[in-house]
């Protein structure tokens, strides 16, 4: 690390992500986008956005036990700009930690907690390597977000893997048929929240009934969960 280098987080409690999840054929996305232009503004409501995101995980395995359970999966969120995403100077680099969502199955979204801290400065793969996190997997998102009603984030995406690690220009479709993954994301910002948060997710998706079928996503696939080998 260059000497002089200052990273900063922006401090932040926990808060609780509340999400449903869809997919949608390529051939139906204009449709759904339509119906969200219409929802929440106009043609120009959309923002595009293109993530460059990594997983991390600890550099030194925690022994075979229950302390093992304690080790987490870190992710840093790279946010470039889609018009042009070889700026790495223009980039927004952000840590995030997800926690294991909830494993209930009568909430009417998936839940887990979620903090993310700002790298404002400096080289934020270095900094992670600083905590003791090493390189796990990567992979990019493009696609576009409207915001509903000024609290419901609903996200629709391609997932793309890189060819050329590091290299967002490498970008490759991971389906060859094009599909949208559709995210439907509300914060509560204490547990007390929780509950009110998931009933407005749930009344939200019945707005979308004739375009995409939001569900919620079994807890076993959100776990965060160490790929040792």
Same mark, same amino acid.
């Given at each position: 690390?260059?000497?002089?280098?200052?990273y900063?987080?922006? !401090?932040?409690?926990?808060h609780?992500e509340? !999400?449903?999840?869809?997919?949608?054929a390529?051939t139906?996305?204009?449709?759904?986008?339509t119906?969200?232009?219409?929802?929440?503004?106009?043609?120009?409501?959309a923002r595009?956005?293109?993530?460059?995101e990594?997983?991390?995980? $600890?550099?030194?395995?925690?022994?075979?036990g229950?302390?093992?359970?304690?080790?987490?999966?870190?992710?840093l969120r790279?946010?470039?700009p $889609?018009?042009?995403p070889?700026?790495i100077?223009a980039a927004?680099?952000?840590i995030c930690f997800?926690?294991?969502?909830? $494993?209930?199955?009568?909430?009417?979204a998936?839940?887990r $907690?979620?903090?993310?801290?700002?790298v404002f400065?400096?080289?934020?793969p270095?900094?992670?390597?600083?905590?003791g996190?090493?390189?796990?997997?990567?992979?990019?998102?493009k696609g576009?977000w409207?915001?509903y009603r000024?609290?419901?984030?609903?996200?629709? !995406?391609?997932i793309y893997?890189?060819?050329?690690?590091?290299?967002?220009?490498s970008?490759?479709?991971?389906?060859?048929d094009?599909?949208w993954?559709?995210?439907?994301?509300?914060?509560a910002m204490?547990?007390e929240?929780?509950?009110?948060?998931?009933?407005?997710?749930?009344?939200?998706?019945?707005?979308f009934?004739d375009?995409?079928?939001l569900v919620?996503?079994?807890?076993a696939?959100?776990e965060?969960?160490?790929?040792?080998s």
């Amino acid at each position: 690390m260059a000497a002089g280098k200052k990273y900063t987080g922006a !401090s932040a409690p926990t808060h609780y992500e509340c !999400s449903l999840h869809g997919l949608v054929a390529n051939t139906h996305e204009p449709q759904l986008r339509t119906r969200l232009e219409a929802l929440c503004g106009d043609t120009k409501a959309a923002r595009h956005e293109l993530h460059h995101e990594i997983t991390c995980i $600890p550099a030194i395995q925690t022994p075979v036990g229950p302390l093992r359970r304690e080790d987490h999966m870190l992710r840093l969120r790279i946010e470039l700009p $889609p018009s042009d995403p070889t700026n790495i100077q223009a980039a927004t680099n952000t840590i995030c930690f997800l926690g294991h969502p909830e $494993p209930r199955s009568d909430r009417g979204a998936s839940v887990r $907690p979620a903090t993310y801290a700002q790298v404002f400065s400096g080289n934020a793969p270095q900094f992670l390597s600083l905590l003791g996190y090493k390189f796990n997997s990567e992979f990019v998102r493009k696609g576009y977000w409207f915001l509903y009603r000024n609290v419901f984030k609903v996200i629709v !995406s391609q997932i793309y893997r890189l060819t050329e690690q590091g290299n967002v220009l490498s970008a490759q479709p991971v389906d060859p048929d094009g599909s949208w993954i559709v995210q439907v994301v509300a914060d509560a910002m204490s547990q007390e929240q929780v509950p009110r948060v998931c009933e407005q997710i749930d009344e939200l998706k019945r707005l979308f009934d004739d375009y995409v079928e939001l569900v919620v996503v079994d807890h076993a696939f959100l776990e965060n969960k160490i790929p040792y080998s």
